[in-house]
């Protein structure tokens, strides 16, 4: 099967062991760019997390609509969409986040989106969590919540 896994770039090593496990068993995978090279502004030539970044250089609203970085987020996310749409299924790696346990975050709550738009099959690592406001649109996208275990996809 192939699988584009998705979630917070917090949880990257996450995702990186998850492909490792999956891809023993036989199959493709795909995990998003950690980031694209940037810019002199940024750093220039070296990979830098979007997220990150915006924290430490201000927070959001220093990087104003037509600021460079939204390129390069639009950059990401389409180039995210692409493995969406190359794969069979999707897997949402989600743990623990700001205290909130099974976090999904925005963009991963548009990814699966995607997904389902695209009908493609929606694994979830963990519960969702209730505590946030959008999981009955996750629910309602019919995700199959594996509970850890690779092995259910």
Not at 60 to 75: T, V
Not at 86 to 92: Q, T
Not at 131 to 146: A, D, F, N, R, T
Request: proline share 2%; aromatic share 10%; with cysteine.
């Amino acid at each position: 099967m192939k699988i584009t896994i998705c979630g917070s770039i917090g949880f990257y090593k996450e995702m990186e062991s998850a492909r490792d496990d999956l891809v023993k068993h036989g199959h493709e995978v795909k995990i998003p760019e950690l980031v694209f090279e940037v810019s002199q502004e940024f750093g220039g030539g070296k990979k830098v997390y979007f997220g990150q970044y915006i924290e430490q250089n201000g927070g959001i609203d220093a990087f104003p609509a037509g600021h460079e970085i939204w390129n390069l987020k639009e950059r990401a996310i389409n180039d995210h969409y692409e493995k969406i749409d190359w794969c069979d299924g999707i897997l949402v790696v989600n743990h623990e986040k700001r205290g909130v346990t099974g976090y999904v975050g925005g963009n991963t709550l548009i990814e699966i989106g995607v997904a389902f738009y695209l009908k493609k099959k929606i694994y979830i690592l963990n519960s969702v969590s209730s505590e946030l406001s959008y999981k009955q649109e996750i629910m309602g996208m019919k995700p199959v919540i594996i509970n850890g275990d690779l092995s259910l996809i």
